[in-house]
């Protein structure tokens, strides 16, 4: 491929600023419930008193449902047809019932059951969340078309990520407004009850989700909601069922078997003491084969042939492939790191606390102001990004961005060495109670471990473009894919990036509590912790996202997709099809 050649936006292909505002109050409903139900689920544990098991598996069920929702909702939105569009319905009406849904899942009250607070809790979250991916795909693949312009497009997500940092500035307090007894007080104890706060701030986040997601449905300009109807599927299952080539099964059953092989992980040999190596290849055998009888059945029927045909052809697309490797990479190296710096915080940097909870307390308030200028760094530093982008390129900026990030990691190790002393005033402020002391609290602490506070900008940069950049580029990833296949579908390319997120997720959470078990963690020591456990927290913290920021600048110099590839396939795509 060419390298880049700059080019200037023309005037009609800018987005007006107040499109772009528009559709970065989505970013806010989007990152609002992201921000806030990872901690905010925690009130059924700490404040109803119900097994964390419970609500692992009360977490883990709807997003079972989310993870198969998200190719459906965006080949849906890629097919539909209405007077309002592809995707405005979908937006208007997923961020309306998701916002109810938000605020209604957290009307818990302890004089209920725990298996009615958790049954309720569980049916409202997958509602919710097949609410919410009706909002969020069909909302981010209309990011994809608002502009045709190479530039403008990375100009929008930049928008989008900036207004994306609101929740984020204060969502690092969630546990600090919850326990408020100021705000939220049981009027019988006067103790504070997080349980009715977690009521009250769950209806302001649902209000928050619901105005702001509605916004992109009712301003935003779909580009391609004109599209001829998609032809009408027909197809024979039997037919189908029977055409497919040894190929294509040996393929599908060597998936279907590795599938297999990590589900039986999750098969604990101790409940299982008959279960020998023997027996664990044959199940997988079995259970390859069951998966794969399962895909051919649901793969015979002609309209889920169309939609697994077309997941199987966005990965056709080797740009597509490389920003889901790249993201991949650094957002899960990211997300394995903070599953350590929340313990290294505690009981590393605390450690010298008089008591456990001191320690929760003091690295509580660290978290707080961390988090908080992590969000106002990130908000700051997007614009520097975009601009970055225009001057040397998506995939070049990425070589400024991404080793700014991994001196950010690096600084880290030397930040944990600023271990707070035993003789410190600290402990007795923590006791005090009041506002104007919670503030020289924090303060405190900042200026205490100003050195991880540093850090803070330097990753900004690595998480800031991969979300900026990358998704731009998802945008001309679609024009290419236009350009081959004859079909809009941003829903669907939307859909298979954001499964590979989120799976990644799932994916990191895993790896990162085998690897704290691994550590010799034990959280029942609370800050007698050993020495060995302490450092190798430290290590994987830092070292982790350091390596898989450097693999992903590998895949990065792969990309070979430049600016002035980018205007010659919009060149090629109005002269067959005219301006969008």
Request: aromatic share 14%; glycine share 8%.
């Amino acid at each position: 491929m060419n390298q880049s050649t700059h080019h200037e936006t023309a005037p009609e292909d800018r987005i007006p600023v107040s499109q772009k505002l528009a559709y970065s109050m989505g970013s806010m409903a989007n990152d609002s419930q992201a921000a806030w139900i990872g901690q905010m689920v925690a009130i059924l544990i700490l404040g109803l008193g119900i097994s964390p098991a419970l609500v692992g598996l009360i977490g883990f069920i709807p997003r079972i449902f989310d993870g198969v929702l998200d190719p459906i909702i965006g080949f849906s939105s890629d097919n539909a047809r209405t007077k309002y569009g592809r995707r405005k319905p979908f937006i208007f009406w997923g961020a309306i019932i998701a916002g109810i849904c938000y605020a209604l899942m957290f009307q818990l009250y302890p004089e209920n059951s725990n298996t009615f607070n958790g049954w309720y809790f569980l049916i409202l979250q997958v509602i919710f969340f097949a609410a919410f991916t009706c909002f969020s795909i069909p909302w981010l693949a209309l990011g994809y078309e608002l502009t045709p312009d190479y530039h403008e497009r990375t100009a929008l997500q930049g928008w989008s990520r900036v207004m994306a940092q609101i929740p984020w500035l204060i969502s690092p307090w969630c546990w600090a407004i919850l326990y408020n007894k100021n705000w939220f007080s049981n009027p019988q104890t006067g103790e504070a009850d997080p349980v009715l706060g977690a009521r009250l701030v769950a209806i302001i986040i649902g209000g928050l989700i619901i105005a702001g997601g509605v916004l992109p449905a009712i301003f935003n300009k779909e580009h391609f909601a004109n599209l001829p109807k998609p032809k009408k599927i027909t197809g024979d299952f039997i037919k189908n069922l029977t055409s497919q080539s040894k190929e294509f099964l040996s393929r599908l059953y060597i998936i279907c078997s590795a599938l297999a092989f990590l589900f039986s992980f999750y098969i604990s040999s101790e409940a299982f003491p008959w279960f020998t190596l023997p027996v664990r290849f044959a199940a997988i055998a079995l259970g390859g084969a069951v998966f794969s009888g399962v895909f051919m059945l649901l793969y015979a029927d002609p309209v889920l042939k169309k939609l697994f045909d077309n997941i199987a052809l966005t990965f056709k697309i080797k740009l597509f492939v490389k920003i889901c490797a790249g993201t991949f990479l650094v957002f899960n190296g990211f997300m394995l790191s903070s599953t350590f710096i929340l313990w290294v915080i505690f009981f590393h940097l605390f450690k010298n606390a008089p008591d456990t909870g001191l320690a929760y307390s003091a690295g509580g308030k660290l978290l707080g102001v961390y988090g908080t200028f992590s969000a106002i760094c990130m908000a700051l530093i997007i614009p520097r990004i975009v601009w970055l982008t225009k001057k040397l390129g998506k995939r070049s900026a990425f070589f400024i961005t991404i080793p700014l990030s991994i001196v950010g990691f690096a600084m880290k190790w030397p930040a944990y060495l600023q271990v707070h002393p035993a003789n410190s005033e600290l402990w007795s402020m923590l006791s005090a109670p009041g506002f104007i002391n919670f503030v020289k609290v924090c303060w405190f602490v900042a200026m205490e471990h100003w050195l991880l506070l540093a850090c803070a900008p330097f990753i900004a940069f690595g998480l800031g473009s991969i979300f900026t950049i990358f998704l731009s580029m998802l945008a001309d990833t679609c024009d290419v894919d236009e350009l081959e296949t004859g079909e809009r579908r941003e829903g669907m390319f939307t859909a298979v990036y954001w499964w590979m997120v989120k799976m990644g997720l799932a994916v990191s959470g895993l790896l990162g509590g085998a690897m704290l078990t691994w550590t010799g963690f034990d959280q029942a020591k609370g800050t007698g912790q050993s020495l060995d456990t302490l450092l190798w927290m430290r290590i994987l913290d830092v070292s982790i996202p350091i390596i898989a920021s450097l693999i992903a600048i590998g895949f990065i110099t792969t990309i070979k997709f430049s600016e002035k590839d980018a205007y010659e396939v919009r060149r090629q795509l109005e002269e067959r099809r005219g301006k969008a």
